[in-house]
């Protein structure tokens, strides 16, 4: 593919901001106070994906937005179809309150998955990659919020004795997740002052205090002192969902035949299936698998048995 060279130029573009805490440090609360002075530019409505139980509710009095209960399980095509659901409903900004249950069912399930954490990984993270991708590529304002990888550290309290603190130091995600926004805010539990560790706009450079709507109406400010977005020609979009589609298919196909061949060979009742599954895929559910090259692997080895057996 050949190489174009052309002149830099800002964009309008859609907010996406991380919030990252420990627990009580107001996650939610600053959420929906960035949020309402976004609506307050934007119109429309706010959407507050809620997965910490009745949390979500705990504001209904001071904030105008609408809750989507969301239970488990906490699987990424989830969060996606709540994404998705959210903009039907008519959101112009989207609270997700909070990633850290995605990641955590990522991480309970390769812990149960045979085979090494590594080879596991390799197979869970793209489905972690495509909610990551669907919260950075949609056309909406969107504000995440994570729980803090809270440590305690010790600390002069006002009678000059020590005593523990907790602090949160990252989010718990995916290494550097904080970087896939343009702002990315860590809260203090006891004072709730957002420390900036990622800011794209240069807004919060030098700041060390609590967030209000105001903040939320200069980041909308920032987002549309663009140019309009330069629009994908029919032909590219075109392209993307067939493509999007084709990789769907062909793993539909792939999972199939796994199938039809499995069962030739007697199924999950044959326990060198089972075996040659578990030690090609890493899984013993094929159809979790979204590895080609593996799933490729696993039907010729079938294939082969079935000759052995001069099926």
Same mark, same amino acid.
């Given at each position: 593919m050949g190489f174009i060279i052309e002149k830099a ?50 504001? =209904? ?7 989507? $209960? ?9 969060y996606i179809e709540a994404i998705d659901f959210a ?22 399930? +390769? ?10 990984? =390799?197979?869970?993270? $793209?489905? *972690? ?18 729980? =803090? ?11 000059? #004795?020590?005593? $523990? ?26 004072? *709730? &002052? ?15 205090? &609590? ?17 309009? $977005? ?5 032909? *590219?979009?075109? +392209? ?22 499995? #069962? ?8 060198? +299936? ?38």
């Amino acid at each position: 593919m050949g190489f174009i060279i052309e002149k830099a130029k800002k964009e309008k573009l859609p907010i996406k901001v991380l919030i990252s805490g420990p627990s009580g440090s107001g996650k939610t609360y600053t959420a929906l106070r960035l949020a309402t002075g976004l609506l307050s530019k934007t119109g429309g409505k706010i959407a507050l994906i809620d997965t910490e139980g009745e949390r979500g509710k705990l504001y =209904g009095n001071e904030f105008n937005y609408f809750r989507i $209960p969301f239970s488990e399980p906490y699987t990424p095509e989830r969060y996606i179809e709540a994404i998705d659901f959210a903009k039907k409903e008519g959101a112009t900004i989207i609270i997700i309150d909070s990633l850290s249950h995605e990641w955590t069912y990522l991480n309970e399930l +390769v812990n149960n998955m045979p085979g090494n954490s590594f080879q596991n990984w =390799g197979i869970v993270k $793209p489905r *972690h990659f495509k909610m990551r991708d669907k919260i950075n590529k949609e056309d909406i304002h969107i504000i995440a919020t994570g729980r =803090g990888k809270d440590e305690y550290v010790m600390e002069l309290n006002e009678k000059g #004795k020590q005593q $523990p603190k907790k602090v949160g130091v990252g989010v718990q995600q995916e290494k550097d997740t904080e970087y896939e926004y343009m702002v990315t805010f860590n809260l203090s539990q006891n004072t *709730h &002052v957002a420390n900036v560790m990622k800011d794209n706009t240069h807004l919060f450079e030098g700041r060390y205090d &609590v967030l209000t709507e105001k903040d939320g109406q200069a980041l909308y400010d920032w987002a549309n002192s663009g140019e309009e $977005p330069t629009p994908k020609t029919t032909e *590219h979009s075109q +392209v993307e969902a067939k493509n999007e589609k084709t990789n769907v298919d062909i793993l539909e196909q792939k999972h199939k035949e796994v199938i039809t061949l499995a #069962k030739s060979l007697g199924g999950s009742k044959n326990k060198e +299936v089972v075996s040659l599954t578990e030690q090609t895929l890493g899984m013993r559910n094929s159809n979790l698998c979204e590895d080609e090259k593996k799933l490729d692997e696993l039907i010729s080895i079938f294939k082969n048995k079935l000759e052995e057996r001069g099926e």
